[in-house]
Every structure is written in structure tokens, then in C-alpha cells.
């Protein structure tokens, strides 16, 4: 189950409390990571190696479908946004999911981005690329709660689908453990499947960097703060959601 009720992310709060400073309310936004999936049982297997061969292999080919959705999510933000610079800004985020290819001066320039690079991963843990891309094993809890933040993205203030992008404050951190640990523990694995986390290291660091920018210069009023901590608690229990449903589907590992 989620951690807490999905219809907060459509209430407003009615607190009228002082605001929180910028460096004050960026703390309570990161103080929020105590809830995020990198402490999910299922995510604490998989990072610890008790994980099967099968349960990676099901973790890999739903994770692709959040993996599919984000580009979508983040053309909802642009479609809803009024302001050119963070338009311009913001448009590199789909290219890092769906690459690109342009003719500049030295030749062709490729990018494959990272749902190729996903689509690798799942090669390295033993998936067909067709099923991964027909989506055969997706459970249906994980499609609901990713469609569920695509939706909420596409009708929500566009501030606010910005917001609930922040759980890349804590996302290098569990990249950094499949990097560190998989190796290791799941030496089938093989390595270049490993490069969709290094390359997101970096490109998180840079994405949290815009997205607390518009966040803590949007959301002034103690009440606007209030409400952007609920949304940033609404995309983590749609992440914790999904690890919930592969839990249930893959089992969790003694």
C-alpha cells in the first residue's frame, strides 16, 4: 500500500503558518527521503544481494515502464508551462530519456538516452528486448501508480508536477549502491548494463539543481510549502507503490 493517502496530491493545506526560509524549507523537503523507495524491502534485497536472478529480471522489466513514462511526464510539465526559460531548460530532461541525433559541424551527434540505455540493462539481467518493450511483465499495481503520476503531471499546476520531480534530491544515493554492490553480489550481471546508473548520477545532480530552483523561488507561503510537501510525499508512495507491487508479484528474499 501506499504510505499515505494519494488524495493529498489534490488538497490543498489550510495552515497559515510563517514560511520557512529557503534553507529551512529545502530541509524539510530533503528530510522527506526517510520515505523514499531506496528503503523499501524490496529495494534493500535487491541492493543487499538476495535477490534471484528472476526477482532482477522482474524489477528490471517494470521498472521500464516507469522508465517510458518520465518523458512523457516531463512533456506534461513543458505542455503546462508558460515560461520560456524553464521551458528551455526543462526539454533536456526528455532528450536524456528518448536521446536524440542532430548534423553538427564534426558530424553526426547521437545520444541513445536512457531508455535504450534501460533496454540494455535488461539485456545484461537476461530479458529480450521484446519483452521488456511489449510490456508483457508489467503488473498491473505498477502501471496504475506510474500512469497515476503521469496524470497527475499532465492536470496538476505546472510548479507542482515540477515539485514532485524532486525525489531526485535522494536518487543518486541508490544509484551509487547498484554501482557499488551489484558487481559483487550479481557478477552475471554484465557491466555495461550497469552505465544507465552512472550516467543518472550526474544528470540528477543537474536536473534537482532546476527543479529546487523553481521550487523554492514558486512555493513562499507557508501554505504553498505545505502543499508542495505533500505533493513530494505523493511521488514517493507512487514509487513506494510500485516496489509494493513487485513485492507482492516476485516475493522478498530472507
Not at 493517502?5 to 493545506?13: E, I, L, R, V, Y
Amino acid at each position: 500500500m501506499m504510505q499515505s493517502d494519494t488524495f493529498q496530491a489534490t488538497s490543498a493545506p489550510v495552515a497559515d503558518n510563517p514560511a520557512w526560509g529557503p534553507e529551512a524549507f529545502e530541509a524539510r523537503l530533503r528530510e522527506q527521503g526517510r520515505a523514499y523507495h531506496i528503503h523499501h524491502p524490496f529495494n534493500v534485497m535487491l541492493n543487499s544481494g538476495r535477490a534471484t536472478p528472476d526477482q532482477i529480471r522482474g524489477w528490471a522489466a517494470n521498472r521500464f515502464y516507469y522508465q517510458i513514462a518520465i518523458p512523457v511526464k516531463d512533456a506534461a510539465v513543458l505542455s503546462n508551462c508558460p515560461d520560456r526559460e524553464v521551458r528551455r531548460g526543462w526539454v533536456q530532461r526528455i532528450l536524456d530519456h528518448d536521446g536524440f541525433e542532430f548534423e553538427g559541424p564534426g558530424g553526426t551527434v547521437r545520444d541513445e538516452g536512457g531508455i535504450e540505455a534501460w533496454l540494455r540493462l535488461a539485456g545484461a539481467v537476461g530479458l529480450s528486448r521484446e519483452e521488456v518493450l511489449d510490456l508483457r511483465h508489467v503488473v498491473p499495481a505498477v502501471r496504475f501508480a506510474v500512469d497515476a503520476y503521469v496524470n497527475f503531471a499532465r492536470r496538476a499546476p505546472w510548479q507542482e508536477a515540477v515539485c514532485s520531480s524532486l525525489t531526485e534530491l535522494f536518487a543518486p544515493e541508490i544509484h551509487k549502491q547498484r554501482l557499488a554492490n551489484w558487481p559483487e553480489h550479481y557478477p552475471w550481471i554484465e557491466p555495461e548494463g550497469l552505465n544507465y546508473f552512472r550516467g543518472r548520477i550526474s544528470q540528477a545532480r543537474r536536473d534537482v539543481e532546476q527543479g529546487l530552483a523553481i521550487t523554492l523561488g514558486y512555493f513562499t507561503t507557508r501554505a504553498l510549502q505545505d502543499r508542495a510537501l505533500q505533493v513530494l510525499q505523493f511521488k514517493l508512495d507512487i514509487l513506494w507503490a510500485m516496489n509494493d507491487a513487485m513485492a507482492q508479484r516476485y516475493g522478498v528474499s530472507p
